[in-house]
């Protein structure tokens, strides 16, 4: 039965063969189909099919309009072997791309070592039973990132509904944003959700026997230290720390606060309001079997949940073990928990602007002074987390020719901070800077430093104290520098990319970095007070902060009378 968009997708015909093409050579290519958004009032258009030959899957209307003519007209008949993914996001852009990493790739090894056997795809509609689990997977994760990650359970707006958790570390090739980690439900009770998510991160003594997740958490972090630990013992999941309603002994009553304090530092979440209880109750159970399922979501190797006692945790990348295998989403799921979260954005649009900021990077200079105050409340990660080994490696070389030339120094028996604490000059000692900058990562916000020394760190990365002015090795990063964020923005998807500082740094950067670029780059001349020394960077400061308060709408930030140069 032909639906409203079928006329619109196949006005764009011509226009999507040539995006499978570049997809079948391995890029990932797009289209704008903002005009879609007139055909109705949904609340979200985010979807995504998935087209193999000619059989296709997908869930939402527009999707399986798209899926349909695409499979109906050959379009990837060439290459009969392949998956080729069609998304569409928020903002009207679909993009193609093949779902299965290149062979021979390191990616590609590895999802053989976990895919089970391929199975046919069925060639159905809108009235399909269980659904391809990566489709299900990815459509569940976009979904639910329309909402905003919190940190505290007393930012949640609403008494009933399901939780989940996300961890600093943990992403997926169709969900780099951040993969769920955890589903949770109050699943007794009514108007418990608040409380029961205020369980997990309660600190006190015996705190761990009112919640499995903080048993799996405080059992991993023990086994990690020390495997033979007598709280584990007689056997995994039997030890009194591991076991619902023992005590702990004076060894592990500690790992309490540790527990807490994971939870604070790597962890947030998102919650989906549903009132009603059976069926928060099914929909926990299926959306667990469904995430479990995704052969895409796997743990990375560092994953604490490696060290939990439950085989089901470790295998499924989820610090869940009940419904694991069950029953999974099906279409007519799918297209309700649209519904849900559609219903719960409203609610959550009356207090509060978070926003999604994973496809958003900030470039801010480094500091001459470096005194290292405080700890950092974010996990540790580094620049090279993010980069592709060859780029990796350019960074090493770079690191050390920049440390090799005359005028510049690295204390090797310096503590090392991260790098928002060491630097304590200008722009970091503007008012506010470093909280909003911490703020803001924690809603996705990705953020590189330019340093002498160093040529890129993240905010968290631990350095040590060194002396090595821009001014002095520019001739070490003017041509790395560019490659590495090239590549930076390749692997982390980035859309529109931000920068503030000063005409020395702009040296070593490109001029455009994505296709949404805007640059502050503050001119000081003979009238303007003070000295350049100083006033340069307060203002680099002054800028980042506009474009905090401005929520990265550079429109907004950007002042006739302020004396920057912006480029966009």
């Known amino acids: ?191 418990r959700l608040i409380a029961r998510i205020s369980e997990h991160y309660r600190n006190r003594q015996g705190a761990k026997n009112g919640s499995v997740f903080r048993r799996y958490i405080g059992g991993a972090l023990i086994r990690q230290d020390n495997p033979a630990s007598p709280c584990l013992l007689p056997s995994p999941g039997a030890g009194h720390w591991e076991r ?98 559609a219903a719960c954005g409203q609610t959550c649009e009356d207090g509060d602007d978070d926003v999604d900021l994973s496809d958003t990077l900030l470039i801010i200079p480094c500091c001459q002074s470096k005194r290292g105050l405080g700890v950092l409340d974010l996990s540790t990660r580094t620049v090279a987390d993010f980069l592709s080994p060859g780029a990796v490696e350019i960074l090493g070389t770079g690191r050390v020719a920049a440390f090799e030339r005359p005028g510049t120094s690295i204390d090797p028996t310096s503590a090392k901070h991260s790098a928002l604490r060491l630097y304590t000059g200008q722009p970091y000692e503007t008012s506010r800077f470093r909280e909003a900058l911490v703020s803001l990562m924690r809603s996705g916000l990705h953020c590189l430093i330019v340093s002498g020394g160093y040529g890129l760190v993240r905010p968290e990365e631990p350095i040590r104290y060194y002396e090595a002015p821009i001014q002095r090795t520019t001739p070490v990063w003017r041509r790395r520098i560019p490659m590495l964020l090239a590549d930076y923005v390749e692997r982390q998807r980035i859309r529109r990319s931000f920068g503030a500082f000063s005409r020395q740094y702009a040296s070593v950067i490109p001029a455009r970095l994505t296709g949404n670029d805007w640059r502050a780059v503050p001119r000081f001349t003979r009238g303007d007070e003070g000295s350049a020394y100083h006033e340069v960077p307060r203002r680099v400061g002054s800028a980042v902060m506009r474009l905090v308060e401005a929520r990265f709408d550079a429109e907004r930030a950007t002042d006739g009378s302020t004396p920057w140069e912006p480029s966009t």
């Not at 050959?74 to 069609?86: D, H, I, N, T």
């Not at 928060?280 to 959306?287: D, G, I, S, T, V």
């Not at 490696?306 to 999974?328: C, E, K, M, T």
């Not at 309700?336 to 979260?341: K, T």
């Open 244 to 341: 619902q309603g023992l005590s702990e002994c004076e060894r592990c009553v500690a790992y309490e606060e540790r527990v807490t304090t994971y939870l604070h530092r790597s962890l947030r979440f998102r919650c989906v309001r549903i009132d009603d209880m059976e069926e928060r109750n099914r929909f926990e159970a299926r959306l667990i079997a469904t995430l479990a399922a995704c052969p895409l979501c796997r743990p990375s190797s560092t994953w604490l949940g490696r060290h939990a006692y439950s085989l089901v945790v470790q295998a499924s990348g989820l610090w869940n073990s009940d419904f694991i295998g069950g029953p999974q989403l099906n279409h007519r799921d799918l297209q309700r928990l649209e519904d849900l979260v």
């Open 1 to 191: 039965m032909a639906s409203k968009y079928d006329d619109f997708w196949r006005a764009h015909l011509d226009e999507l063969a040539p995006l499978v093409e570049c997809a079948a050579d391995g890029r990932t290519c797009a289209l704008d189909v903002v005009g879609l958004q007139r055909l109705g009032q949904r609340s979200s258009w985010y979807g995504s099919a998935v087209v193999r030959g000619r059989e296709y899957q997908a869930a939402m209307a527009h999707m399986v309009a798209l899926a349909r003519l695409v499979a109906d007209a050959g379009v990837c008949a060439e290459w009969p072997e392949v998956e080729f993914r069609f998304t569409v996001n928020q903002s009207g852009r679909l993009t193609v791309s093949t779902t299965a990493p290149r062979p021979g790739s390191p990616q590609a090894r590895a999802a053989r070592s976990v895919r089970p056997a391929a199975s046919p795809m069925p060639s159905t509609g809108e009235d399909m039973s269980t659904l391809d689990p990566r489709v299900a997977c990815a459509d569940v994760h976009r979904l639910l990132e329309q909402l905003p990650l919190l940190a505290t359970p007393d930012e949640v707006r609403f008494a009933n509904g399901l939780y989940f958790f996300y961890e600093t570390g943990e992403g997926s090739e169709h969900a780099p944003r951040g993969r769920i980690v955890r589903v949770g439900n109050h699943p007794r009770a009514a108007d």
